[in-house]
Structure formats: C-alpha cells, structure tokens
C-alpha cells in the first residue's frame, strides 16, 4: 500500500502536467519540464523523450539526469535502450526491460511507456532506474509514466488543433493572397501586390522580388518603399548575390542551420557583401520557376524572392511560409511577363519565343523588331486623314454693319429674337448729319422766300415802269440765280433724308439675332462706318462646318480631290457632343489662304451637313473633322510631319 504522502505526491506530479500542457510552452520546452516533474516525483535517475517523426524515424529529443546522482554506462546505452523504445512504439504498450548483468538482473531497470495519439505512437516516455525495486514498486512506477504519457497526448492533441487551426488560417490568407496577385497583369502592379501584400504573411521585416532576364536579375519592387535606385550599392550587391543563387536554383537560407553546411564561394562572397550593405542579420532567398512542359528539362527561373529580418532569425515555420508564397507568385509573375511580352508570344509561341531570346541581347532584339516594323510600315497601307478644326454655321448668315459714324439711339432687338427681312433692328443718330439737315432746310427755306420776294419785285417792276429793262433784267438774273441755288439745296436735303433714313438698320434676310449681350454692346454706344452691329443667320434652313486646314495640308487635299471624287469623306466631332461622330463630304474649299482665329495660314474647307443628323446645333459650335485623302504608306501616316519638316530642311 502506498502512503497518502505518496499518493499526494502523484496527484501534484499529475496536476503540474496539466498546468503544463495548459501554458502553451514550446514543445521542447514543455517535455524536458515533465522530464523533470518525473525525476522529482518517481524513484529513477534519469529520463527521456524519443520522438518519432514523420518517417517513423525514432531520435531522443531530450534526456535528463538527477542532480547528484550517476549512471552506469550500461544504463545509458543508447542502442540498448533504442530497441527497447522501438519495441514499446510498436506494441503501443508500456514495458519495463531490465538492463544488469546477468548477475544482476535486478539491478537496474527500463521503463518506456509509448505516447499515442490518434491511433498512432509519436514518442515514447523513459525512465531509468539503478536501484533494487520490487516488482510491484516498478508496476506501479509504470502505470504513473503511463498516466503521464497520456497526459502527453493529451497536449499533443491540442497542439495538433491548434497546427490545424492556425495552417488552415494560413491557407485563406494565402488564397486571398493569390487572388490578389493574379488580378492584374501589370509587371509592376502585380510586384508591388506581391511585396506588400506577402511580407505580413510570411512575417518578415522586408520581402523583395526580383524579376530575372538575360540570366540578370533586376529589383521589381521592395516592401514599404515606393521606388528604389538601381544604381545603389544595395540594390547592386542584391541584384549579384539573387543572379547567383537564381543559378543554383536551389532556395537558400542564411545562417545555414545544417551541422557542415557550406555555401560556395560564387554564392558566398555576393551573399556577405550585400549583408554587409544591407545590414540585415538573416535571410532566406527563393528562386521561382514554374515546370514547363518538359518535367525532365531544365528549370526556368524567373524570379527571385528575398525574406530579410534585421532583429532575428529566420525560422523554419517562417521559411516555410516563405516557400508556399513562392509557389504562388512564380505563376503570377510568369502571367504578368507572358502579358507583357505579348504578342510576340501569342504570334510564335511561347517556347520558340523562349528559344528565339535565349542567349541574345536585349539591343539585339530591339533592333530586329525595329527593322521588322519600318519594313512592314511602308507596306501596310493606311488611311491619310488630314486634320483641321473650325465651327457649325448655319449657310445663310448675314452680319449687318454700321452705315456711318452714328451713336445707336435705339435697339428693336436682342439676342436670339426671331426677325423678317427689312424689320428695323435698331435706330441710330448722327448728330453732325441733324446740323447738316437743319442748316440746309434753313438755306432752303431762306432761298424760298428770297425767290418769291424777287418774282414779286420783278413783277412790280414790270408794272410800274415798263420801259426800264435794266432793273428788269436784273431781277431776273438774280431769280434765275436763286432758282439754281434751291434746286441744289433740295438735291442736298434728299441726300441728307437717305442718309437719315440710313441710320435706321434693317434686316438683310429673315432669321435669328446671333449676337450675344446687345444692350450691353451697343445701346447708347458709338459706331464707326463699317462696324460689324450684329450677326443674323437662317438656324431653320441648311448648316455647313468650316474647317480651317493648314496650309501645309491643302497639297495633299488638293490631289486627292483632283485624283478622285471631288466630295472627300470627312468624320467629325461636335464640341458640344464630343461622344459621337458623325460622316459627311467636303462640299467646297476656298482659293485663297486666309489666317484663321489664331492668325496661323489655312484654307477654308465646307463641308456640307445633314440638319437631321445634329440634336440642337448651335451656331458657333467647335468642331474637329478629318478629310479623309485617299491612302498613304502606314509609315507615311504616322510620320508626315517629321518627313515633310526633313524634306523642307533639305530642300530650303
């Protein structure tokens, strides 16, 4: 029987692995302190923890001897003690071995109780005895490793959750990660996505990706930096030391945490010099290449990615996570290259585009592609479309000018009011003509009655003395002379009446006021002969646009009028419905260069226009058009201005 003191005992040893499993220590942390609970509550001087991996490989984890007291060599024989671990994980079933002489027997003793979980042994619990014990003490002893070893799988179990819980977090995260990177196929985007995106993932201080081409590789883009200079010793010393192990093909962890593991100098002397620029403490690097269609053949890197901690290690859960995001952003990068090479790969394929640029310069390609589109260029023809901007006008427009030099007395009209021909659409005075008529209608009126005060002496005279014909011929010289000057002064008030009635404006046709704001311009305002008072136009009869064409184009639109139809295709776009465009013909094009608005030398181009196809115009209304002149060498399309400004530097 044991003592209740004994008893206790266990129950404390039982209870403290309990609150063991429940601190969420670190396994090797958690079983060298149950190792030592063991030696403090169980007669033995020494135990220790075999585990048993994936392969079903068995290794001693930990080992742990009691303070003060020594082993025999025969009790700490490693291979002895393996098969006995090895038997009791293959019968799931605790086991004491004795391990003396066979003179002693009973001096010394194994006791291994297996660690099962879920129906398979992961470890088993050991304990060492040296002493005499009765086989009852050493059943007991087993059945309380065995009660351990079950509490032990208890934690394994919790640990195996939370493993399961936390590595199904880390898969959501990595296809929320993946959908991400795959959205766009910008090369820069997607770096940038995978960078900021993937360095919280795997948990590092910087992520950086490289992209590699020409057997080169080149920085992409770095986490939490918006550019970086190519020409920095950092970003150089990087870019050698991801070209070198993008080479190997092999992803690399620095320190190297493999007992003998050493780095070859082509990827150790790149790998310290940019730790010594970078100043970071560790790093894991990870080539990113996707299998092609030969699993045999060789592998195709296409980029690197760099995890760097500047405070710690790089761990294997860490590194691990660092491997998963690779296989995701190898595809991701390889689409985003595949968009932007395109179409030269759509065009030959990708593996003879692939074999096409191996081991050929970037220059080198340039210039064949740059020859390969001259030549092709002046092949392919295109449309020659001449440019040239204007304004939608109605075809029967008017502007009314100032007769004379006047004051505007009175307007009869505003903007946008509807007119007939001959509506009187404003009055004028002349203040300097209002002198002239009252002077001359004084003169006139003065000469009137001088003439008949002269007829009426004449006649007098011709009364009373019959025989002087000298007075007599005097009255009539004089009369005959004032006849003459009232038949000039009346010529003279009718010039002055047309020139009154002048000043009253009338409409020239029937229409619209198309001037803005005419109060404000002209009421009560001086005018000069000549001045242009207001614009009227016919809005409900046909339209036309009057293009203004460079001087330097009306060659090519003369030729191509002469050479074919006279009324040229045009294409235009209303400035006030810049959304559609609409097709018509050149209807007429002027003689003579005029400047246009912007005093530049152009001629006028009509371009006849169906009323039905326009919603609302409005008079003045901007307009682009282009006149199409016939067809010209793609090459010639694009670079006419260039050609036609060397051919005027040769020639002039």
Request: proline share 5%; glycine share 6%.
């Amino acid at each position: 029987m044991r003592s209740e003191a004994k008893w206790h005992e266990i129950d404390q040893l039982l209870a403290a692995v309990v609150e063991l499993s429940r601190s969420n220590l670190p396994e090797e942390e958690f079983v060298r302190r149950v190792l030592g609970q063991l030696l403090q509550a169980l007669p033995c001087v020494a135990a220790g923890y075999w585990r048993i991996d994936q392969h079903d490989q068995m290794g001693l984890t930990a080992l742990i001897q009691r303070e003060g007291a020594t082993c025999a060599e025969s009790l700490l024989d490693y291979d002895r003690r393996l098969n006995v671990m090895q038997q009791a994980a293959h019968t799931k079933a605790a086991l004491a071995a004795g391990l003396g002489s066979q003179d002693a027997a009973d001096r010394g003793a194994l006791l291994a109780s297996p660690v099962a979980l879920d129906g398979r042994c992961v470890g088993v619990l050991e304990l060492i005895q040296d002493e005499f014990l009765e086989a009852a003490d050493r059943q007991w002893s087993l059945d309380v490793l065995g009660s351990v070893a079950e509490l032990c799988a208890d934690d394994g179990r919790k640990r195996r959750l939370n493993w399961l819980a936390e590595r199904e977090l880390l898969w959501r995260r990595l296809r929320q990660f993946a959908l991400e990177i795959q959205r766009n196929l910008d090369m820069n985007d997607t770096a940038y996505a995978v960078v900021n995106d993937g360095r919280p993932l795997v948990d590092c201080d910087r992520l950086t990706l490289l992209s590699q081409e020409a057997n080169r590789c080149r920085v992409l883009a770095v986490s939490g930096a918006a550019a970086c200079d190519p020409r920095s010793d950092t970003v150089r010393h990087l870019e050698q030391m991801a070209s070198a192990i993008a080479a190997i093909g092999t992803p690399l962890r620095f320190p190297v945490l493999v007992p003998g593991g050493e780095l070859p100098p082509e990827v150790r002397e790149p790998l310290l010099a940019y730790l010594d620029a970078s100043g970071a403490k560790s790093l894991a690097v990870v080539p990113l290449s996707t299998p092609g269609l030969d699993p045999q053949g060789p592998v195709d890197v296409t980029g690197v990615l760099v995890a760097e901690q500047f405070s710690g290690g790089i761990d294997a859960a860490m590194h691990e996570r660092l491997l998963l995001v690779g296989e995701h952003v190898a595809p991701a990068l390889q689409s985003a290259r595949r968009f932007r090479q395109s179409p030269w790969t759509a065009l030959v394929g990708e593996d003879r585009w692939r074999r096409f640029t191996r081991d050929k310069s970037r220059l080198k390609l340039w210039l064949y592609a740059f020859v390969a589109v001259f030549v092709l260029s002046w092949i392919i023809p295109a449309r020659y479309e001449i440019e040239g901007r204007g304004e939608v006008q109605p075809r029967v427009r008017r502007q009314v000018f100032a007769t004379d030099d006047a004051v505007v007395e009175e307007l009869k009209v505003v903007h946008d009011d509807h007119v007939e021909q001959g509506q009187v659409l404003a009055i004028m005075r002349n203040p300097q003509l209002d002198l002239e008529f009252k002077r001359v209608s004084g003169e006139l009126q003065t000469t009137r009655e001088r003439l008949a005060a002269v007829e009426a002496a004449r006649v007098e005279l011709a009364v009373e003395s019959a025989g002087r014909v000298a007075g007599s011929a005097r009255l009539s010289g004089e009369e005959a002379g004032l006849r003459a000057l009232l038949a000039s002064l009346e010529r003279q008030s009718k010039l002055l009446d047309e020139q009154q009635d002048a000043l009253t404006v009338r409409s020239p046709i029937a229409g619209r006021i198309l001037t803005w704001d005419l109060p404000q311009l002209l009421q009560s305002r001086p005018v000069q002969r000549g001045q242009v008072l207001m614009t009227v136009a016919d809005t409900e009869g046909p339209w036309v646009l009057e293009l203004h064409v460079p001087e330097k184009r009306v060659g090519a639109l003369t030729s191509a009028r002469q050479a074919g139809d006279a009324r040229l295709p045009v294409t235009y776009v209303l400035a006030t419905d810049p959304g559609r465009t609409h097709r018509s013909q050149v209807d007429d094009v002027a003689v003579a260069v005029e400047p246009d608005r912007s005093d530049e030398p152009a001629v006028l181009v009509t371009v006849a226009v169906n009323r039905e196809q326009l919603d609302n115009p409005r008079p003045g209304a901007g307009v682009t058009g282009r006149v199409t002149c016939g067809w010209r060498p793609l090459a010639y399309v694009w670079l006419h201005d260039l050609i036609d400004a060397a051919w005027a530097l040769l020639w002039f």
